[in-house]
């Protein structure tokens, strides 16, 4: 069975750092694309970028680019998104996704909280 | 950046009736990276359609996918209760892939 399961819950201070995780089962990691999707309060999908963790080849949404960084470790078959300075606009739901013909399974989405 | 728009922003209908749900995009998607999702209230979001009219696994054949170029179409052919809950496309085919912005069907 394929499955995605993300880090814990986090509540940050503006300014800081945070790196979350999504650990993929089941399925040979390194020959799927992992997607990061973020969902504001009451809003809608955000697509946010991809890695494909074979090669590290990243793509990323020019809404983030700069603003986070996806990476993949092959070897414990995580995929991680992170942030270096976080602000309260950062308040969100974080999915980590495979793609396979669209995002076929799905992490059970890391809630981030930044607030001082 | 390709701009997908959904309509209506929200269906209220009741059980047993048809819904359709449009989603219009800026420029031309190629069908076979057109998709369509499902979200619940507290769940992540469940594929429904790949390829713009191809069902994913264990999704029931009320619901049907259609069109091409900038203009593609979700059906539920008669809503269940389960039925009713947050609907998005996404196109794959030009980066940076993009979701459309929701319709929401809700019980009338």
């Known amino acids: 069975e394929v499955q995605l399961v993300q880090s814990g819950a986090e509540v940050k201070k503006p300014g800081e750092s945070l790196k979350i995780s999504c650990k993929g089962s089941?399925?040979?990691?390194?020959?799927?694309?992992i997607g990061w999707v973020r969902q504001m309060p009451g809003k809608g999908l955000e697509w946010m970028g991809i890695?494909?963790?074979?090669?590290?080849?990243?793509r990323y949404s020019p809404s983030f680019q700069g603003q986070v960084t996806i990476s993949a470790d092959k070897s414990i078959s995580t995929a991680y998104l992170q942030w270096s300075s976080l602000k309260a606009s950062d308040t969100a739901m974080y999915y980590c996704?495979?793609?396979?013909?669209?995002?076929?399974?799905w992490g059970q989405g890391t809630l981030v909280t930044v607030s001082s | 950046e390709i701009v997908l728009t959904q309509s209506p922003g929200t269906l209220s209908l009741s059980p047993g009736e048809r819904a359709t749900l449009s989603c219009r995009a800026s420029?031309?998607?190629?069908?076979?990276?057109l998709v369509w999702y499902q979200q619940k209230p507290g769940q992540a979001p469940r594929l429904l359609i790949y390829?713009?009219?191809s069902r994913a696994t264990g999704i029931p054949d009320r619901f049907s996918g259609s069109g091409s170029g900038t203009d593609f179409t979700l059906t539920i052919s008669r809503l269940e209760p389960e039925d009713f809950a947050v609907y998005y496309c996404?196109?794959?085919?030009?980066?940076?892939?993009?979701f459309g912005q929701g319709t929401k069907v809700e019980i009338k």
């Open positions: 996704a495979r793609h396979g013909g669209g995002f076929q399974h």
């Open positions: 089941g399925y040979s990691f390194t020959n799927y694309w």
């Open positions: 890695i494909f963790p074979s090669d590290s080849d990243t």
């Open positions: 420029q031309s998607v190629s069908s076979s990276y």
């Open positions: 390829g713009a009219s």
């Open positions: 996404q196109q794959y085919g030009s980066s940076p892939w993009t």
